[in-house]
């Protein structure tokens, strides 16, 4: 009886409050932040290059909204959210390759992929906003 209360009891789904969140988890659920923000970005990108090939009067237009803050902000998330991805779908396909499947190794590639991200992150503001 004891037995079935408890197994009824368990989460369904894994609770990441009770895991320590280290650098191959983190890297792991930025990959698909990214991902997301990447697919997300698609209408945009595709709205941007309507308004630069359109005519002369959107060209403008769209020039001003992407020196205006809202434009360069997005261009910033989408230019780390691309460097993160790329570096970190490298790093999946080197571990899918048997490269790196040791615990070391894999927090060591994590740490370095997101310390790619951050370079990027902060060059990305010097180049944009400064």
Known sequence: MNEL???HARPLSPDLSIYRWRAPM???IAHRASGMAL???VPLYLWLLHG???SPDHYVATLDW???SLGKCSLWL???ALVYHFSNGIRFLCIDAGWGESREMMRF???LVLLIALFSALLFVWLLFL
């Open 66 to 68: 992407l020196h205006s």
């Open 78 to 80: 989408v230019g780390v």
């Open 52 to 54: 630069m090939t359109s």
């Open 5 to 7: 209360r408890t197994k």
């Open 109 to 111: 590639s994590a740490l």
């Open 39 to 41: 697919v997300l970005f």
């Open 26 to 28: 983190l890297a792991s």
